[in-house]
């Protein structure tokens, strides 16, 4: 783990600065639903830094898993191979 003496100032106004603006919105959650391409992934980030919200790619991590050859990921990838969308 980093020291708090090896983040630069600036990284660590930035930082400062952000939490001070998210400070003052309401706590939301959200969960975008759709089909491949329609622009979760674009979108996400964009909707992540306005809100200040964390990030989860559920098919990330379930393409993760399945790499990983974890029990949830032989599982995830039975699944996609039976629904035809085998990660890539």
Sequence with gaps: MA?????????MM???LRRF???????KRLI????????KATQSPI????YCLCHLATGDML???VAAKTPL????KETMEKVHCTPS
């Excluded at 603006?21 to 706590?27: F, G, I, N, Q």
Aim: aromatic share 0%; net charge negative.
């Design 3 to 11: 020291s708090l003496e090896d983040v630069p100032s600036v990284d």
């Design 32 to 39: 975008l639903i759709g089909p491949p391409g329609s622009g």
């Design 73 to 76: 990921g032989i599982k995830a």
């Design 21 to 27: 603006k998210c400070s003052s919105k309401l706590d």
């Design 14 to 16: 930035t930082e400062l």
């Design 47 to 50: 909707i992540k830094d306005e």
């Design 63 to 65: 393409r993760a898993a």
